[in-house]
C-alpha cells in the first residue's frame, strides 16, 4: 500500500476529522475511481459470510433510490485515478432509507439502516471500522440522505465478534430484537440514536450533495 497509516484513526474520540465518507451515487471524478476500487476489494474468505461486498451490493444500490453507497476514505487522501483508490479506500457501506425496516424497529419512518459495511483487509484493525459508523462520521451523511431518521439500525450475525465489538465501540446496542431472515443465521438488531445536532448542520438539503466529513 503507498499510503502510510497517517490519517487513520487510533483512538476512540475526535474521529470526525480523519475519515470522509464520499457517496457514490455521484458522478464526480473521486466517486467514479472509487467506484472502480470498491467492486475489486474483498473482504478475507472467513468474513464473507458476515457481508456482502460491493461487486454484488453496489449494482443493487445503483438499481434503488432508497440506497446510498459510499466509501470510507482517510481524511486528507482524495484518490485521483483507480490505483490510488485501491490504495485508499478502507471500506464500503450502504445507508439504505427503506429496505426492511418495518421488520426491524417500530418506527421505520424515522429509522436508516446502515447494510453491507465492511473494511477492507488492509485496514482493518486500525480503529476504522469504529470511527466511520460513529456518529461524527455516519450521522452527517445519515442526515443528508435521510432528513426525517432520528435512528440508525443495523443486523450483525451473533458469531460476528469482531463486529459486534465495533457497533457497541460506536455506541450502537442491541435492541433485544433479533433478524431471522438470513442465510447466515441470527442476527442481533442494533440501533443508536443520531446526534441530535446533526440535522442542524447537514440539513434536509438537496440530497446529491456530496457529504465530506
Ligand atoms: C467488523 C469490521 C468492520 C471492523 O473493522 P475494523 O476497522 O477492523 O475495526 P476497529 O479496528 O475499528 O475495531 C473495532 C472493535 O472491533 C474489535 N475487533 C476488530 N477485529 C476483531 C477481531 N478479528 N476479533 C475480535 N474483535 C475484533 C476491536 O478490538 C474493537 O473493539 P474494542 O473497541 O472493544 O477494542 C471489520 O472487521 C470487517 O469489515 N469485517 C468483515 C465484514 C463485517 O463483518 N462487517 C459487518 C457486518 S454487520
Not at 80 to 98: K, P, Q, S, W
Not at 142 to 158: G, S
Amino acid at each position: 500500500m503507498s499510503t502510510s497509516t497517517t490519517g487513520a484513526p487510533s483512538g476512540h474520540g475526535g474521529t470526525g476529522a480523519v475519515l470522509r465518507l464520499v457517496r457514490l451515487d455521484h458522478g464526480t471524478e473521486e466517486a467514479r475511481v472509487l467506484r472502480e476500487a470498491v467492486v475489486r476489494q474483498r473482504v478475507a474468505p472467513d468474513q464473507r459470510r458476515f457481508v456482502t461486498e460491493a461487486v454484488h451490493t453496489l449494482p443493487q444500490a445503483d438499481t434503488d433510490p432508497d440506497r446510498i453507497p459510499f466509501a470510507v476514505v482517510p481524511a486528507g487522501f482524495r484518490p485521483r485515478d483507480r490505483a490510488e483508490a485501491l490504495d485508499t479506500c478502507a471500506g464500503f457501506g450502504i445507508v439504505d432509507r427503506r429496505g426492511h425496516l418495518r421488520d426491524l424497529v417500530d418506527t421505520p419512518e424515522r429509522a436508516a439502516l446502515l447494510r453491507a459495511y465492511y473494511v477492507t483487509p488492509e485496514w482493518q484493525g486500525r480503529g476504522i471500522g469504529r470511527a466511520a459508523c460513529s456518529a461524527p462520521v455516519l450521522d452527517p451523511l445519515v442526515a443528508e440522505v435521510a432528513p426525517r431518521a432520528t435512528e440508525i439500525v443495523l443486523c450483525v450475525n451473533h458469531a460476528n465478534e469482531a463486529g459486534r465489538r465495533t457497533y457497541l465501540a460506536a455506541g450502537f446496542a442491541p435492541t433485544g430484537r433479533d433478524h431471522h431472515d438470513g442465510p447466515s443465521g441470527p442476527q442481533q438488531i442494533l440501533s443508536r440514536p443520531m446526534d441530535p445536532g446533526v440535522h442542524g448542520v447537514a440539513g434536509p438539503r438537496d440530497e446529491r450533495t456530496e457529504n465530506t466529513q
